[in-house]
């Protein structure tokens, strides 16, 4: 089993529509979760971290379920420049290495 | 606001040849780490830095690299005998101590191996 699984998309929705994105993970022990933000061709960006009772942050709200070892992201109002990859990552402990889902693609029309 | 730096942003070289590539942290970070991207593929851990010392390392990260804190600054991952394959996005990211738990990103070297 993959250490973090995200479906790679391309979710392609019109702006204003939400969209969510789910990601697993195979680590139970894992302790820090996040979603990060890629650009083509750029670094990864933080974009929230993700705790157990959820949280959220303006448009964006993400949520943890430890027991089923899942992670999801909501993103309301979509903009055009929401398009991006969305990248699920995982901490198995403090200032250790992160582990990275390969992405999910989202792309917002006009 | 600070930011992680990397120099070049683009380097090509010949197969067998060695690459230096450059990282400055942010200044009061106490962790430093360098990740890599295959196009189209997810980002990788290769290396973790800490008190002047390795403290985790991948299987990618084998005997052809190696790490250096050189001064107060610099960060580098030196690449030995560059392979094809070696071609990819070297990030260098960087964390203070504390509670802090968000690793920050250089913009990243495009390294081209031909």
């Known amino acids: 089993r993959k250490e973090v699984e995200q479906d790679p998309g391309p979710f392609n929705v019109p702006e204003g529509a939400t969209v969510a994105f789910n990601c697993t993970y195979s680590?139970?022990?894992?302790?820090?979760f996040f979603w990060y933000r890629q650009d083509c061709r750029k670094e990864p960006k933080l974009l929230m971290s993700v705790y157990s009772s959820g949280n959220e942050d303006g448009r964006f709200t993400a949520q943890l379920n430890r027991a089923s070892q899942y992670i999801s992201l909501l993103i309301r109002d979509s903009k055009l420049s929401d398009s991006a990859t969305y990248l699920c990552v995982v901490n198995p402990k403090r200032y250790s290495t992160l582990t990275f889902g390969k992405g999910t693609m989202l792309l917002v029309s006009p | 606001e600070p930011e992680v730096t990397q120099t070049p942003s683009h380097q090509v070289t010949q197969m067998g040849q060695e690459v230096i590539l450059r990282c400055v942290p942010i200044?009061?970070?106490?962790?430093f780490y360098w990740y890599r991207q295959i196009l189209g593929q997810k980002v990788e851990f290769l290396v973790s830095?800490?008190?002047?010392?390795?403290?985790?390392k991948s299987e990618i990260f084998d005997d052809q690299f190696s790490v250096e804190r050189p001064d107060g600054s610099n960060f580098t991952l030196k690449i030995r005998s560059t392979k094809l394959e070696d071609s990819a996005m070297y990030f260098c990211?960087?964390?203070?101590?504390?509670?802090?738990?968000?690793?920050?990103f250089g913009p990243g070297t495009r390294l081209t191996v031909l």
């Open positions: 830095f800490y008190n002047n010392e390795i403290s985790e």
């Open positions: 200044s009061n970070h106490l962790y």
């Open positions: 680590n139970s022990a894992s302790q820090s």
């Open positions: 990211a960087s964390l203070p101590s504390g509670d802090y738990n968000e690793q920050f």
